[in-house]
């Protein structure tokens, strides 16, 4: 029997039955294009060109009518003295850094522990060929900073644009909920057997952008029922989202005022209901932060709210096209090295090494690197961590605790994350077609980021559609990658009970694919990953200049306009390499200082072992 799907959005649903009831010459124009294209719509042959955006276009221009501080201006040529600096990790923040500075014409040295580059979004290849990534990578529109180094690293063209929606996947395979209308209706629209598939979305393409475009996907989602839209709209119009609309700087002070309360507690306060949290915010900020809306703090979930409503193309998803280490940190790597920078992977930062100059300022005289066996202390004019919490945490010397500068910083705790890859020899997401989700022949079912609130992962992307390059094979079907969050209760468990509990999730929340054979699995754990923005935390998020002359910090923990994310971990690159421009004169002079006291004691040592060999 042949099956035809409509996909309708609740307002449309709605008006169906009048519109349909009078036979086919009723139907509208855009519903004759839904019932002709629909079975095609979505699934895309893998070896077809791709569709991907350049950056020139449906990007947020954060230049204007934007908060001054989530894309700072181009900086002014530095006319100082040249500089070595080292960094100390090659994650988004270290690797923004370098190309700052780099392309202010200093010299630059990334040091980093592991064998490939990229930290949290960084990739590698097994045994087997298949592309292992430390977690799930998606792109807002508004992410203008990692844009613009996309841009200059030649890797504007490696970003694969989704539709502009935000789907919600229920449990039962209600994406929304498939609905079966009775025969006779069915007869009556062509005649076959038929299905209505409501999608549970927020979908944001409408004829205007922002703020009209926001409001009309809240109006028209499924995934709330309307008493909750209405308690939504109340919530969002008495919160600083609105003042962003006229005063984006205002607007931001008045969300960092917020820090201190999390998202459940000032959403409800304004009218929203609980029952909005469980099934719309809560996925997303696990999504964002990894967290819960009652321990996320409600600057993080605000400073998003007010981005989407004031720029159109902020809510916009992209995904790379294949892994991160060739699309995204590959091309990073080749820019660096070719203006001259240098990697020395798997040398990790053992100890950093300080002194007081003769005005009690301390100041780092070196690092201690090892590889293996080898052991070196390398020296430079500027020292830049560029690392995770943990890392931080393990780096920094306790005596360096005096200040409470540094001290903040082990107040930050980071969030555990559990990523988990599942392959299957057919396709998952496909709802429509049960026999096109068995065929290998072509890529089908849903291309762009999921969410969900019914399983233990809050989101998760078919990486054979989204990110066809690398993750799609002839021969298999879905790739199935999902984020863990919170991956408290996962962190002690085997891999294989991991796979096996994730697995039977991915069955509840597509009935469709039982029947399909799991071939391959993969489990990536984070004891700490981003930090945990709870309420209060952004207090004790440190700048990047440190009480230490010559060394500074990098990381998107660390204090920038955005949240912790891959956008924020550019920026503080951008700031970072600012700050070091900044005092490239004072660094410059500090560290003819120390050469000039080392070449010191080591005369007053030669004199010293002179009047020895006499006596």
């Given at each position: 029997m042949q099956l035809v799907y409509l996909m309708a959005s609740a307002s449309i649903h709605l008006q169906l039955p009048n519109q349909m009831l009078g036979g086919t010459s009723s139907l509208s124009h855009s519903w004759k294009e839904l019932l002709h294209t629909s079975k095609s719509s979505n699934n895309r042959k893998a070896n077809a060109p791709a569709v991907s955006c350049n950056l020139k276009s449906k990007v947020s221009d954060m230049s204007?009518?934007?908060?001054?501080?989530?894309?700072?201006?181009?900086?002014?040529?530095?006319?100082?003295?040249?500089?070595?600096?080292?960094?100390?990790?090659?994650?988004?923040?270290?690797?923004?850094?370098?190309?700052?500075?780099?392309?202010?014409?200093?010299?630059?040295?990334?040091?980093?522990?592991?064998?490939?580059?990229?930290?949290?979004?960084?990739?590698?290849?097994?045994?087997?060929?298949?592309?292992?990534?430390?977690?799930?990578?998606?792109?807002?529109?508004?992410?203008?900073?990692?844009?613009?180094?996309?841009?200059?690293?030649?890797?504007?063209?490696?970003?694969?644009?989704k539709q502009h929606t935000h789907t919600f996947i229920n449990k039962g395979g209600q994406i929304g909920g498939i609905v079966l209308i009775s025969t006779r209706?069915?007869?009556?629209?062509?005649?076959?057997?038929?299905?209505?598939?409501?999608?549970?979305?927020?979908?944001?393409?409408?004829?205007?952008?922002?703020?009209?475009?926001?409001?009309?996907?809240?109006?028209?989602?499924?995934?709330?029922?309307?008493?909750?839209?209405?308690?939504?709209?109340?919530?969002?119009?008495?919160?600083?989202?609105?003042?962003?609309?006229?005063?984006?700087?205002?607007?931001?002070?008045?969300?960092?005022?917020?820090?201190?309360?999390?998202?459940?507690?000032?959403?409800?306060?304004?009218?929203?209901?609980?029952?909005?949290?469980?099934?719309m915010w809560d996925p997303v900020a696990y999504a964002l932060g990894f967290i819960n809306c009652d321990n996320i703090s409600a600057r993080c979930m605000l400073t998003i709210f007010a981005l989407f409503a004031t720029k159109t193309e902020a809510s916009l998803l992209r995904m790379l096209k294949g892994s991160p280490d060739l699309y995204l940190s590959g091309p990073i790597k080749r820019y660096i090295t070719e203006k001259g920078g240098r990697f020395h992977l798997r040398w990790g930062c053992r100890k950093i090494l300080y002194s007081k100059n003769s005005a009690g300022e301390t100041y780092v005289s070196g690092l201690h690197l090892s590889k293996a066996t080898q052991k070196q202390i390398v020296k430079a004019d500027a020292y830049v961590a560029a690392c995770d919490v943990p890392g931080i945490k393990r780096l920094v010397p306790s005596e360096w605790k005096k200040w409470e500068f540094f001290d903040n910083i082990y107040k930050l705790v980071g969030v555990p994350v559990v990523t988990v890859q599942l392959?299957?020899?057919?396709?998952?997401?496909?709802?429509?077609?049960?026999?096109?989700?068995?065929?290998?022949?072509?890529?089908?079912?849903?291309?762009?980021?999921?969410?969900?609130?019914?399983?233990?992962?809050?989101?998760?992307?078919?990486?054979?559609?989204?990110?066809?390059?690398?993750?799609?094979?002839?021969?298999?079907?879905?790739?199935?990658?999902?984020?863990?969050t919170p991956g408290d209760p996962y962190m002690p468990l085997p891999n294989e009970e991991i796979v096996d509990k994730v697995h039977k999730q991915v069955l509840?929340?597509?009935?469709?694919?039982?029947?399909?054979e799991m071939t391959w699995s993969s489990v990536v754990k984070i004891g700490q990953s981003l930090y945990r923005e709870a309420p209060g935390m952004d207090l004790f998020r440190p700048d990047q200049k440190t009480p230490v002359q010559n060394f500074f910090l990098a990381g998107s923990y660390t204090k920038q306009d955005y949240i912790d994310s891959m956008e924020g971990a550019t920026l503080s690159g951008r700031q970072a390499s600012a700050y070091i421009c900044e005092s490239g004169t004072m660094l410059a002079e500090l560290t003819r200082m120390l050469e000039f006291d080392d070449a010191l004691m080591q005369v007053k040592s030669a004199e010293s072992a002179d009047e020895l060999t006499v006596v």
């Open positions: 204007r009518k934007a908060p001054k501080g989530l894309f700072p201006p181009e900086p002014e040529k530095y006319e100082g003295p040249k500089l070595k600096v080292a960094i100390i990790g090659s994650g988004l923040a270290g690797l923004s850094t370098a190309v700052e500075l780099l392309d202010q014409g200093h010299e630059v040295d990334i040091y980093e522990s592991r064998a490939f580059i990229g930290g949290k979004v960084g990739s590698f290849v097994d045994k087997r060929g298949n592309h292992i990534e430390m977690g799930l990578h998606v792109f807002f529109g508004c992410y203008n900073n990692l844009f613009r180094l996309m841009k200059k690293v030649g890797a504007d063209e490696n970003l694969l644009v209706f069915i007869e009556q629209i062509q005649g076959v057997n038929t299905r209505i598939m409501i999608k549970y979305e927020l979908d944001f393409r409408f004829l205007t952008g922002a703020p009209l475009h926001g409001i009309k996907a809240f109006l028209t989602t499924n995934q709330l029922l309307n008493f909750d839209k209405v308690a939504n709209a109340v919530a969002l119009a008495t919160s600083p989202v609105v003042r962003a609309l006229i005063d984006p700087d205002g607007a931001m002070r008045d969300i960092r005022n917020l820090d201190n309360v999390s998202f459940s507690e000032w959403f409800m306060s304004h009218g929203g209901t609980r029952k909005s949290i469980q099934r392959r299957f020899n057919g396709w998952v997401t496909e709802l429509r077609d049960l026999e096109h989700s068995r065929q290998l022949n072509q890529a089908a079912g849903l291309d762009n980021l999921l969410y969900t609130p019914d399983a233990d992962f809050s989101c998760f992307a078919d990486l054979a559609i989204t990110s066809p390059e690398d993750y799609y094979r002839s021969d298999q079907g879905s790739l199935l990658q999902v984020v863990l509840s929340l597509f009935p469709s694919a039982q029947g399909l």
